[in-house]
């Protein structure tokens, strides 16, 4: 029954991945015989090539992917580094993990309200410093260098980069380790990224290779953020996926082959480069220095990094929602005149069975994902290498690479458009997210509970059932939070599955993207937000409240 | 009731770990004395059935005439107690003993009851074992192992973690309650006064008697 579970499982990461790639790479060659390709040509790459916009949409996937990532991984090290074993830590690790639960695309238009020429920062500087009476006309979202998208990749990178890398620091004796470099003499944050933080980039690798590849690849943050002209390439690849014009889908096809391509040649060089950055973290943590007196600057600095991706999130977050309710708000003032809920009851609405579709395809692939998982890990408490890099599959195969191979494959065999078939192709990306979040505590699990369980009479089922799923209730329900989340969040999958039948507030959200209108934009960003950040309040509750009188369930 | 092992060999990578012939009498208590590392706890596991990969066995383990050598931990009749009580947290004191208690058997409030009462710790079904004192909760564990109706007990070390005045309190309890339902008892420990409590043979994993320093 478990095996079935893994095989199961493991199918529903590997195939929809292989299948979607394979009906890309058809049409990239100009096999697609629904839509009358039936020979082999080159004709999409020399479509893909006459674009005028190729070589930047190119540069700008490396180097926002590169940047995003260096970014996002210095600042979690360097926060860890600098707070690891203080006092601050744990709450801050309990900030961070409800900010896992933020769609990308909630804090990508919050970041926007942020930093646009009509946001909060350029409203407080004005017109003391910056003698503005107006917005000033700046393209600083959707900049042509794409830094805004990196902004906004950064701040949803780190929290999951810091999470990734407590889950990874009781594998690494880090507080011994630490607690010998500074006996040694060491600066403890320098201490830390010379002696924790090789074996930490190790337990982390994977994590990394995904935020590498999403950064590069992304689609609603850089519809959001991003540069509109011309866009990204996975923007401009979802244009011509989306075009009424289908015979440009053999073009897309080739765009998607080709950003695979740039994936997999930038997870190369990464890979190289991890061989070239470790040899020279080796000879700086043997050349002795101590860092002592660098170590206050390094806390401050990692204090300021912790702080500027917390803001820019909250306050992303607080506008959102202040123009959801606010009615006239004149530049540069801080606060709006008014504050109304007209545009909350005009969407009222369309917001109310879009929501309930959103959570019931969410709590679907979730559900069937957390059965998959349990069923997954039951079968194989340790995942071999091979397991954890097919569970990875999903994460580091850009969307945009196979998600419209997918979306030609379901419209073949008539299985698009349905809410089933939108959370059949979320599961492909909750189920890795379900397995993560369970699989360490499930292999935490005392298994002499199972044992004294068995010598009492109970047979595996009952086992399961009765002792172990009870116990690890508090770690099931965490991993409900995260994988409905990773469902909300989709944009992708859902557009191109839905196939402009079913939609969710992620797709609803992200199309007034190009709109204007903020109130509207704030209404369901804010939901968008809320739906997911609700379910992560009551997967805190739950245990809090069955378990009330549990002293030993309040861990694990 | 008689537990019976029968050459019971256990080795490792081709190393011998365990070789053992024995017969434990009802309310007899088979003492197997070691250092840790000696094997003790493969003897245990080997016993009911959770021998982790890696070893392998060879050998007959006979409980009250039945060969349980190759049956599944749960349909062994085999009470076992760790150094740990490892009551259920998720469950009630209440709980966690009616957990031990079979399915089919009438009457439950009563039993738990009655065996909470014979703890010493009588109205406590309601409790949240966690809210409970070492020894309480040892106490609890040994009773959810009696109510499911074991045919033997093994004890691995389950005086280990209780000072010093419980200890000697717990090890009276223990085999006092094993003696009168007449169950052969296997105790597997490194400290020697729980073998002379015990009053039964002390040997080692090889069979081999050990010699107890006289008190």
Redesign the interface.
């Known amino acids: 029954m478990a095996r079935l579970g893994l095989l199961a499982a493991l199918t529903v990461l590997g195939l929809p991945v292989l299948a979607g790639l394979a009906g890309v790479i058809g049409p990239a060659f100009g096999y697609l015989p629904a839509l009358g390709g039936q020979a082999f040509s080159l004709e999409p790459w020399r479509g893909l090539l006459a674009w005028p916009g190729l070589a930047g949409a190119v540069r700008l996937s490396v180097v926002t992917g590169f940047l995003a990532t260096l970014i996002a991984l210095g600042l979690t090290f360097l926060i860890v580094a600098a707070w690891q074993g203080r006092p601050g830590f744990a709450w801050l690790t309990r900030v961070l993990a409800p900010m896992l639960a933020l769609p990308h695309a909630a804090a990508a238009f919050g970041l926007a309200f942020l930093i646009a020429p009509s946001g909060w920062i350029a409203r407080g500087l004005s017109p003391w410093a910056t003698g503005w009476d107006r917005p000033p006309d700046l393209l600083i979202v959707n900049d042509p260098l794409g830094l805004a998208l990196v902004a906004g990749l950064v701040v949803k990178e780190v929290p999951f980069l810091l999470l990734m890398t407590l889950a990874a620091l009781p594998q690494t004796d880090s507080h011994r380790s630490l607690l010998v470099a500074q006996s040694l003499g060491y600066g403890r944050t320098v201490g830390w990224l010379k002696v924790v933080a090789p074996r930490v980039y190790a337990q982390i690798r994977l994590p990394v290779y995904a935020v590498l590849a999403y950064a590069m690849s992304v689609v609603d943050v850089a519809v959001i953020l991003g540069p509109t002209r011309p866009p990204t390439l996975a923007v401009q690849i979802l244009d011509w996926t989306t075009d009424p014009d289908l015979s440009l889908r053999f073009q897309a096809a080739a765009g998607s082959v080709l950003q695979l391509g740039l994936v997999v040649a930038a997870l190369g060089v990464w890979r190289a480069g991890e061989g070239l950055v470790g040899g020279l973290w080796t000879r700086w943590a043997t050349r002795g220095a101590r860092g002592v007196v660098a170590d206050p600057a390094l806390r401050r600095l990692a204090t300021g990094a912790a702080g500027a991706v917390g803001l820019a999130v909250g306050l992303g977050l607080a506008g959102l929602f202040l123009w959801s309710v606010a009615g006239l708000w004149r530049f540069p003032a801080a606060w709006p005149e008014v504050l109304t809920l007209r545009t909350w009851a005009g969407e009222v609405v369309a917001l109310g069975p879009v929501t309930g579709q959103t959570a019931l395809i969410a709590l679907g692939a979730t559900v069937a994902a957390l059965v998959l998982a349990v069923a997954a890990l039951q079968a194989r408490p340790d995942p071999g290498r091979w397991v954890l890099a097919l569970i990875y599959l999903p994460l580091v195969v850009p969307q945009i690479a196979f998600v419209p191979g997918l979306a030609s494959l379901a419209l073949v065999l008539g299985l698009d458009g349905t809410a089933v078939s939108v959370a059949l192709a979320h599961l492909v990306f909750v189920l890795p997210y379900v397995v993560l979040v369970l699989a360490e505590p499930w292999r935490a699990w005392d298994h002499r509970a199972g044992l004294a369980a068995a010598a009492l009479g109970a047979r595996p089922a009952r086992v399961l059932w009765a002792v172990r799923l009870p116990m690890l209730f508090r770690a099931l329900l965490a991993a409900v939070a995260v994988g409905f989340a990773t469902s909300v969040a989709q944009y992708l999958p859902t557009l191109l599955i839905g196939a402009g039948r079913v939609g969710t507030i992620t797709t609803e959200a992200v199309a007034l993207a190009s709109s204007s209108n903020r109130r509207l934009i704030g209404v369901w960003a804010v939901v968008q937000m809320a739906l997911p950040l609700a379910m992560f309040a009551l997967c805190l509750l739950l245990p809090a409240l069955l378990f009330r009188n549990r002293q030993g369930m309040r861990t694990g | 009731m008689t537990l019976i092992v029968d050459d019971l060999t256990i080795t490792r990578a081709g190393q011998p770990m365990v070789a053992l012939s024995c017969r434990v009498a009802p309310g007899e208590v088979l003492t197997v004395m070691g250092p840790s590392g000696s094997g003790k706890s493969t003897l245990l596991a080997a016993l009911?059935g959770?021998l982790p990969g890696g070893f392998r066995m060879a050998g007959r383990v006979l409980l009250n005439g039945r060969d349980i050598t190759g049956l599944?931990?749960?349909?062994?009749?085999?009470?076992?107690l760790?150094q740990?009580d490892?009551?259920?947290?998720?469950?009630?004191v209440g709980g966690n003993l009616g957990?031990?208690l079979?399915a089919r058997v009438p009457e439950r409030d009563r039993l738990i009851a009655e065996a909470l009462e014979d703890a010493d710790l009588a109205g406590m079904e309601r409790r949240?074992?966690?809210?409970l004192s070492g020894g309480q909760r040892a106490r609890v564990a040994l009773m959810?192992?009696l109510l499911?109706g074991?045919d033997a007990l093994l004890l691995d070390e389950p005086f280990a973690r209780l000072d010093s005045a419980l200890r000697a309190r717990m090890r009276a309890f223990v085999f006092e309650r094993a003696r009168r339902r007449g169950l052969p008892v296997v105790l597997v420990t490194h400290d020697s006064a729980d073998a002379v409590a015990a009053g039964g043979p002390v040997i080692d994993v090889q069979g081999r008697p050990v010699a107890l320093p006289s008190p």
């Open positions: 009911v959770a599944p931990t749960h349909a062994r009749r085999l009470g076992i760790f740990d490892i009551l259920f947290p998720h469950l009630s957990f031990g079979p949240d074992p966690a809210s959810r192992t499911s074991p």
